[in-house]
């Protein structure tokens, strides 16, 4: 189910518009405030529901994670670095909270400087691992990580 | 010229009771037209569906003591300092129109009740802050006008075309404008005068299709957004968490783990730079 605007709490601030992969949050012409122009094409990523400053876009989730007529709302809080999720059943009784980290380091302080890297020699080249393979997989401190390696296992079923 | 009364001079051409009818007229346009405004757009009944709804989902009740603690809040905050606006700029921008405009409307209202004609002199002060009324008016809105409102150049719509919505903005600026130049080429019935009358009941004329009734509005608005949060119904967003707090630990234990004990603020990300809309 798309997104859509209360048109009352949007400032126009423009952050949907910049944020939307698909290029269908706009700024109404008349009365300068944001809108899905067309519904049909937005896959509900939630991008722009996480980007609004104002919380004024949401979106009826699906029924496949709760039954119709839920509310599910979020707060991307950048300074903290987390995003809370709230989903809530349509008999006002089931109210489920969720809080995540969305960064673990401060923004825009930590990008890798691939620039400044050693270029690779011919050896590295020729070799089937990709540019930082070892690395970046963690192969060269003891090999792959897996469920095993890190002392856990698959359950049977759903796990809650 | 400051200090001067331009009402005052004109009641040797305008009658003083046309005057003060005038004002009446504008009064009562600005009631009859938030009333309009607020049927058609059901903004009230909208008002009140919402607080039912969230009074419905409430986590507790909120005291009489409460709301009052709450309604002061609200009135320091968003309805004295325009608290409601994320970007400095704009809250500037509206405080400087909002007062304006009220200075600018008080004085002209008790300049022509009080003061209607040059046989009672007019204290120097009221002209003044006349004066200086306009001058934030014009200021707060060129402002607007020209730097801060939502641009919609990438919505392909030439900055010289003008919309039903641009009313509102358009007639406070021209009013403001016109009563300016009316002030400095020394008032009377001139032009000046005529587009100043014109605009102002444009302005005060066209509050039904104009935003100019959000200022009724507005204030109930934030105090409903401020019980909501006070009640804890939230509008059903999730609460707002402190990340140091140990039972925030315990229930969400992927904060501690990934983020540690005391989390450091992780500055700005996506909102370090205004979206430029493309």
Redesign the interface.
């Known amino acids: 189910m798309p997104t859509f605007v209360y048109m ?1 709490r949007c ?5 949907c ?3 939307c992969p698909s290029d269908i949050m ?2 109404d ?5 944001a809108y899905n122009i067309e519904p049909n094409m937005c896959w509900e990523c939630y991008s722009c529901v996480k ?1 609004c ?3 004024a876009i949401d979106v009826r989730g699906y029924a496949d994670f709760a039954p119709l007529g839920h ?1 599910v ?3 991307r ?6 995003i ?3 989903i ?1 059943f349509r008999n ?1 009784k089931k109210d489920m ?5 969305i ?7 930590h990008i890798p400087k691939l620039a400044e890297a050693p270029p690779p020699s011919k050896e590295m080249r020729d070799s089937q691992l990709l540019f930082n393979e070892p690395k970046y997989i963690r192969m060269d401190d003891g090999g792959l990580h897996t469920l095993q390696s890190n002392g856990l296992e698959i359950k049977e079923g759903v796990q809650y | 010229m400051f200090t001067t009364n331009h009402f005052s001079g004109l009641s040797a051409s305008i009658p003083t009771a046309y005057m003060q009818g005038y004002i009446i007229l504008m009064i009562l346009l600005v009631m009859g037209g938030t009333i309009l405004d607020m049927m058609h757009k059901k903004s009230a009944k909208y008002f009140f569906e919402n607080a039912k709804k969230a009074k419905k989902s409430a986590k507790r009740s909120v005291g009489g003591g409460e709301r009052a603690a709450i309604a002061a809040s609200v009135l320091a905050k968003e309805v004295l300092t325009s608290g409601e606006f994320s970007n400095p700029r704009r809250r500037l921008s509206h405080l400087l129109t909002m007062y304006g405009f009220i200075i600018f409307a008080v004085t002209t209202a008790i300049m022509i009740f009080c003061y209607p004609t040059p046989a009672k002199a007019t204290p120097a002060v009221l002209p003044a802050l006349w004066h200086i009324g306009a001058l934030m008016l014009a200021v707060g809105g060129y402002w607007f006008w020209f730097f801060i409102r939502v641009d919609v150049a990438a919505e392909g719509l030439s900055p010289f075309r003008f919309e039903r919505a641009d009313l509102f903005i358009l007639s406070l600026l021209a009013t403001s404008t016109f009563a300016l130049i009316w002030s400095f080429t020394g008032g009377g019935l001139t032009v000046f005068f005529a587009l100043f009358i014109l605009s102002s009941t444009v302005l005060f004329g066209g509050v039904y299709w104009s935003k100019f009734a959000h200022m009724f509005f507005k204030p109930a608005a934030a105090h409903q957004k401020r019980i909501i949060m006070a009640d804890g119904s939230r509008e059903n967003l999730p609460p707002d968490y402190d990340l140091t707090d140990p039972e925030v630990q315990r229930r969400f234990p992927d904060i501690p783990m990934y983020m540690g004990k005391n989390p450091p603020n992780m500055g700005l990300c996506i909102k370090a730079e205004r979206a430029k809309h493309y």
């Not at chain 1, 909270?97 to 980290?101: D, G, I, K, R």
Request: charge should be positive; proline fraction near 6%; charged fraction near 40%.
């Open positions: 009352t400032d126009g601030c423009g952050e518009v910049d944020i706009h700024i012409k008349k009365l300068r405030r980007a400053p104002h919380q509310s709302r979020v707060l809080d950048e300074e903290k670095g987390t809370a999720w709230r809530k006002g909270e969720l809080l995540a980290p960064t673990t380091k401060p923004w825009r302080k």
